[in-house]
């Protein structure tokens, strides 16, 4: 498999992926966020991670980010937005419009609490979530989230550290060792409209 300069390859998973640094690019943090992120712990707190992370955020915010990602994600075909950070601002959110746009055979998929942001924010991922058929966009819920705080166009929920559900399906790579993203697909499939994860 070709490197890619700014995709991470995540071998648990089987996917490549887009990171940020956790928390400061998270502007719908919940107080659940703050304390029991993944992201913000172990292999995340690691000096090269977090450099990585930082290079990322930056790199975000110049003319060459949206020509780059497109080309990487092109190759990738699967590519997961955010193993950590979120979408942080308006200008960030529309290069990735752009670059989803430009990558009508890659499917994405991101798990996030930007829901819980801005109304402009909230406004595009609402948009994205109408425009792109090759993004699956999740809504993060966590114990100090309320269904009712969801919008109302919300579609595809991920929960964490929640009761488990009747017919909710639940992570297989959690509930099943060796199985990974590229073999369940579950979270990008048209028809998964629930989640279940347990903290990890
Ligand atoms: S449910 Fe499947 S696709 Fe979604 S995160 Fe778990 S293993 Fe990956």
Redesign the pocket.
Known sequence: MRPHRWLTWNKT?RVWSWNLPAGETCPGQTSWCRTRCYARHNYFTLGLVRKAHQERLSFSKTRSFIPTLVSECQEAKLVRIHSSGDFYSHNYMAAWDEIIHQCPDTTFFCYTRTWRAAEELVDILEYFNKTHSNLFLWLSMDPATQHEQLPSWANRIAYIEMPLWTGY?N????TQPG???RT?????NKFSKK?VFRQH
Not at 171 to 174: G, V
Not at 184 to 188: L, P, R, S, Y
Request: proline share 0%; with cysteine; charged share 20%.
């Open positions: 998973l399906a992570c297989l790579k959690q199985e990974s993203c369940c697909g579950k979270c990008f989640i």
